[in-house]
């Protein structure tokens, strides 16, 4: 399975802004789409936003102008960069990478270990 290591949780002031990284391991890997998910306590994972191989982005609404998604194909990396943090954006964000493929096989979507975001008010 792909692995993938994030970085750059931590905490931050309401209205601050946080960048989270993430970097898929391995050669010759494929990702057609690399995503942030969020998981707060007592709460479901929830999508917060998509980028394709081919630069497109999709955001969940509580998070569209205010965070930014953005992918380095030539790293397997993509950022989230966070904006104008509020208490409700407090969880641990997952990395994904959706459609994934190593040396030309198939193989299951790749989760990070999370990183956590706390937002102080």
């Known amino acids: 399975q792909v692995q993938l290591v994030e970085s750059g949780g931590g905490l931050v002031q309401a209205g601050g802004s946080l960048k989270l990284s993430c970097r898929a391991l391995?050669?010759?890997?494929?990702?057609?789409?690399m995503g942030w998910y969020r998981q707060a306590p007592g709460n479901q994972r929830e999508f917060v936003a998509r980028?394709?191989?081919?630069?497109?982005?999709n955001y969940a609404a509580s998070v569209e102008g205010r965070f930014t998604i953005s992918r380095d194909n030539s790293k397997n990396s993509v950022d989230l960069q966070m904006h104008s943090l509020t208490p409700e954006d407090p969880a641990v964000y997952y990395c994904?990478?959706?459609?994934?493929?190593?040396?030309?096989?198939?193989?299951?979507?790749?989760w990070g270990q999370g990183t956590h975001v706390t937002v102080s008010s």
């Open positions: 391995g050669r010759m890997l494929s990702l057609k789409s």
């Open positions: 994904n990478a959706a459609g994934v493929s190593k040396c030309g096989l198939e193989h299951p979507d790749a």
């Open positions: 980028i394709t191989d081919g630069g497109t982005t």
